[in-house]
């Protein structure tokens, strides 16, 4: 083969991903990227969009790949395949091991080539790295075409580097540098090759360093630097929330990668801890994503919760663009830094096109206050809660029922802006589009919890006319969407009301989220249970985003017959809420089943067939991996089957009702926060009860509140 001719295409291979801060890498198996939706970014920009690591012109063969159970290194083995003679003898197949060894710090990619020769007698290997750089934008790599781009300047070809520069239509020059620890025999645009000797049982290493700027020759001092630094951040991030920990081994291992994953997501942003959304396509701040992640965790990890609050405040919106779809007092839904958002080619630089998100915000600072009793900064986040609230008020005011309802600024905004935003997620039942605006029945719900959060936080700061305004004010709503949105002949609430105040009698999961809010009156609420029960919208690992029967069913459709995990982690809390433990377990069991054929690691979603004897659900291809709200899920679930929470005013536990998943007869909480102490509780099942044993780490007297 020329080394001019093009590599052979290689089948799809599942990607491995790792991220620090705003940086992330996403490779094959071999730890090679092929430009397709890869690379290494960096405020969503590819840096790195080929690199390729062959011996001769073949690829090695793959021994194994591994991310580390912290989630800071990539490691993938290999061994050659057979060789011709480069100034000695040939190499047969499998005596050269090859370990490629990587991890990300300060915005640069480190890389280590280890090369050990088990043959008996010397080699030579010819190294080939193939790499490019082409500045893509991350909606680029996601398939959005431009007019125009900016210029490519000449690479800069150095001793034992090469830059990259790309010029943007937005001003900014932006730089990619690949430097190596050793002078390449030849080097190129777009490859170097060294000639890699080893002596029989000999090994030798290459280092590698990538990312935007200038920095120092890469070595093995600076490889082993890098690396305890990253290890270490990483464990101070798991560090900062309580742990769970059971005996049952394959539970503990999801428990574990599912901390992991909402280490390696999150990102310390000068307001604090902030989960990014998933890898590859939303890995940065989305206001939903991370408002439902931080609840999911709160029990555990009350601070995460301090820091969305405080980044979303931040971002609030002060002024109206239709194009942004921003008003003010609106909470952002997603930011992006890329040069098509810089340019005013997309919306989304920051976007506030989320219905749910403003509503989301506020339910969340209410939780946080009761879970941490912290008033002082609550009073900080005042100011924005008001405007939050009266964006909603002033919104629901304009609907003829007092919904809260959405209907995009302009034609580059998304169509459907609550959590199922693709654009065919919202329907009738004969499955014909409903014209706007468009009142979703969880966004409801929502509004409904933020009236009651925002009662409860007036009250706290002595406003007390103001707080039975807004508990008036939830009472109306809940009546209202008890009105309009029951369908008494299914027994079931429809998923939203149209432009022309008809009712989409359209059975789905959003039904099951608006237990979550705790608006349903109990006997609809048991119909509702009952449902989420029924094979239509089980499927058996995991509540279907829509009931299979229903018009634009389609259990491989992003948001209409799918499973997502955190959707059913909602439902599940709903259930809990209500008292359906039974079905809170059953459900738990499925979400557990469902992370053992997936490694460990729930995704995004995944298809919502139906469970088939023997075999595993199957994977919906582009789901994002890891993902936030996802890898959130099981400590939801958790917390769903105890019926645990913290009332912060007193530092009272209180226990509903608890419940240990099937299979799972102990479990340890070690460390949670609890005012300024840290308690340990163990709670094991005994018989049919669980008992529930606190220990305090500075000896104080533990409350448990528990109804059985």
């Known amino acids: 083969m020329s080394t001019d001719d093009p590599l052979p295409a290689r089948e799809p ?162 730089q990619s540098l690949t430097a190596f620890s050793a002078r390449p025999v030849a080097l190129s645009a777009e490859r170097a090759e060294f000639h890699i000797d080893l002596a029989p049982d000999g090994s030798s290493a290459l280092y590698i360093a990538i990312g935007p700027g200038e920095e120092p020759a890469p070595s093995p001092e600076r490889f082993r630097a890098a690396a305890a630094q990253a290890r270490a951040s990483m464990w101070r991030e798991r560090r900062r929330a309580a742990r769970l920990a059971t005996p049952t081994r394959l539970f503990n291992a999801w428990i574990d990668r599912s901390a992991a994953d909402l280490a390696l997501l999150t990102t310390e942003l000068p307001t604090g801890p902030y989960p990014y959304a998933g890898i590859p396509w939303f890995s940065t701040t989305f206001g939903r994503d991370a408002i439902i992640t931080a609840l999911q965790t709160l029990w555990l990890d009350p601070r995460l919760a301090q820091g969305v609050l405080a980044f979303l405040a931040k971002n609030q919106a002060t002024d109206i663009s239709a194009f942004r779809d921003a008003e003010p007092g609106k909470i952002m839904h997603e930011a992006r830094k890329g040069e098509m958002t810089a340019l005013g080619e997309l919306p989304f630089g920051h976007y506030y096109g989320g219905v749910d998100t403003t509503p989301l915000f506020l339910i969340l600072a209410g939780a946080y206050a009761e879970r941490s009793g912290d008033l002082a ?140 809010s705790g608006l349903p009156a109990p006997e609809r609420a048991t119909r509702v249970a009952r449902h989420l029960q029924d094979p239509r919208f089980d499927s058996g690992w995991g509540i279907r985003t829509l009931a299979r029967g229903a018009a634009r069913f389609n259990p491989m459709s992003y948001h209409n017959g799918s499973v997502w995990p955190h959707d059913t982690a909602l439902c599940i809390a709903g259930l809990a809420r209500y008292g359906f433990q039974s079905a809170v377990t059953h459900f738990t069991a499925q979400m557990f089943e469902a992370a053992v ?63 240990l998943p099937e299979g799972v007869d102990f479990l340890h909480l070690r460390g949670l926060p609890l005012g300024k102490d840290r308690i340990d509780l163990v709670f094991e099942r005994t018989g049919t009860q669980i008992a529930c044993l606190p220990r305090s780490h500075n000896g104080a007297a533990v409350s448990i509140t528990r109804r059985d």
């Open 377 to 516: 900064f609550i009073a900080t986040l005042w100011p924005a809660l008001l405007a939050a609230i009266g964006w909603i008020e002033r919104s629901a005011d304009q609907h003829p029922d007092g919904f809260l309802a959405y209907a995009r600024g302009a034609a580059s905004g998304l169509a459907n802006q609550g959590w199922k935003d693709s654009e065919d997620s919202v329907f009738h039942a004969d499955g014909r589009f409903p014209e706007g605006p468009i009142a979703l029945v969880e966004v409801q719900g929502y509004v409904f919890a933020a009236l009651r959060a925002m009662a409860d936080l007036a009250a706290r700061r002595g406003e007390i006319a103001q707080a039975e305004a807004w508990r008036a004010r939830a009472e109306a709503l809940r009546m209202a969407v008890e009105a309009k949105f029951w369908m008494p002949d299914a027994g079931l609430y429809g998923i939203a009301v149209d432009g022309n105040g008809a009712l989409c009698r359209v059975p789905a999961s959003n039904a099951g989220q608006l237990l979550f």
């Open 13 to 174: 291979l599942r990607l491995h991903a790792l991220k620090r801060g705003d940086t992330f890498v996403v490779s094959d198996p071999l730890g090679d990227i092929l430009g397709d939706g890869d690379g290494l970014f960096d405020d969503d920009t590819r840096l790195l969009s080929r690199f390729r690591l062959l011996l001769g012109e073949t690829t090695p063969s793959l021994l194994s790949t591994a991310i580390s159970h912290d989630n800071v290194f990539f490691t993938a083995n290999m061994a050659n395949r057979p060789l011709p003679p480069l100034g000695g003898h040939s190499l047969p197949e499998g005596v050269i091991h090859i370990e490629r060894r990587r991890f990300l710090w300060q915005r640069h990619l480190h890389e280590r080539l280890m090369f050990t020769n088990y043959g008996q007698t010397p080699a030579v290997v010819p190294l080939v790295l193939l790499f490019a750089a082409d500045f893509h934008d991350m909606f680029e790599v996601r398939g959005s075409r431009r007019a125009a781009r900016g210029e490519m300047a000449p690479p800069d070809l150095r001793e034992a580097a090469i830059c990259f520069v790309y010029r943007g239509l937005d001003g900014v020059e932006r």
């Open 597 to 659: 054929h997936f490694d460990m690691r729930l995704p995004e979603l995944f298809c919502g067939f139906p469970r088939a004897p023997g075999e595993a659900p199957i994977a919906y291809p582009v789901a994002c991996l890891p993902q936030a709200w996802s890898a959130g899920s099981v400590f939801m679930l958790l917390q769903s089957c105890l019926g645990f929470t913290v009332e912060g005013w007193q530092n009272d536990i209180r226990l509903d009702r608890p419940m």
